[in-house]
């Protein structure tokens, strides 16, 4: 089946504007995670869904930074009055029920704020 | 501070030779490791996993080794190809209750010399 997918893939904006990047999980996961990526570095945990709710938000890195899940599927996270600091790859990733279970990550969006 | 981390942040290796690249991790309540691929430009892709009633468990030209004593986790990739080069990250599920999130290393970057 499809695995997880990302939209858009790479986006450019402007500091100070606000972006929404989108995640479809693997269909029938309850488990929805997103994750920062900087240049060379590890993966950085941002936010954690079980469905539609988000139990655990420690990673989030500022009030700038929020995400919701619809219809325990699609994810968005948004950040507002962007900066360049928040230039990085973000990543979703999908696990059946549980984060003691396989995570598999979609592709990533490459955001870049100029 | 706790946390998951590599000895070397890169490794080199003659096509077919056998490779291993080693985790440490610091919180003894950590009991599911996973290691994942990283291609540039691609998001992680899972390889194995192990948890911590095992020692051992292999894969297809993969093995994960867990060595509970000294908190240590390798992986060992028999007759390395060309497309085994990437990014390779060990992470951790600490085993606290209701904790979803894995945490990563900063990752090996693995490079195989023809």
């Known amino acids: ?5 990302q939209s858009p893939s790479n986006k450019v904006t402007e500091k100070g504007k606000d972006v929404e990047l989108r995640c479809d999980p693997i269909s029938g996961h309850t488990a929805l995670y997103w994750y ?3 240049l060379g570095q590890g993966l950085e945990f941002l936010i954690y869904f079980q469905g539609n709710s ?3 938000k420690s990673g989030l890195p500022s009030d ?16 507002q009055r962007t900066q360049q600091e928040d230039s990085a790859v973000y990543l979703c990733a999908s696990s059946l029920r549980t984060a003691r279970e396989t995570q598999y990550f979609g592709p990533g969006t490459r955001l870049l704020v100029l | ?23 440490a991790y610091s919180n003894s309540a950590s009991d599911y490791f996973i290691w994942y691929k990283q291609e540039s430009g691609k998001g992680p892709q899972f390889i ?7 020692d051992k468990r292999q894969g297809q030209r ?7 004593t000294v908190k240590h986790l390798s992986l060992q990739i028999a007759a390395t190809q060309p497309g085994d080069s990437a990014v390779y990250f060990c992470a951790e599920n600490r085993g606290i209750q209701g904790a979803q999130k894995l945490v990563f290393g900063q990752g090996t970057r693995l490079t195989i010399n023809p």
């Open chain 1, 64 to 79: 700038r930074f929020s995400a919701e899940r619809t219809g325990g599927s699609v994810s968005t996270l948004t950040i």
């Open chain 2, 48 to 54: 194995i996993d192990i948890r911590s009633n095992m």
């Open chain 1, 1 to 5: 089946g499809a695995g997880v997918s």
């Open chain 2, 1 to 23: 501070g706790e946390s998951v981390g590599l000895h070397l942040p890169t490794l080199s290796v003659q096509e077919g030779d056998n490779s291993i690249i080693n985790c």
């Open chain 1, 54 to 56: 988000a139990p655990d």
């Open chain 1, 36 to 38: 920062r990526q900087s």
């Open chain 2, 62 to 68: 993969v093995t994960v080794l867990l060595n509970k």
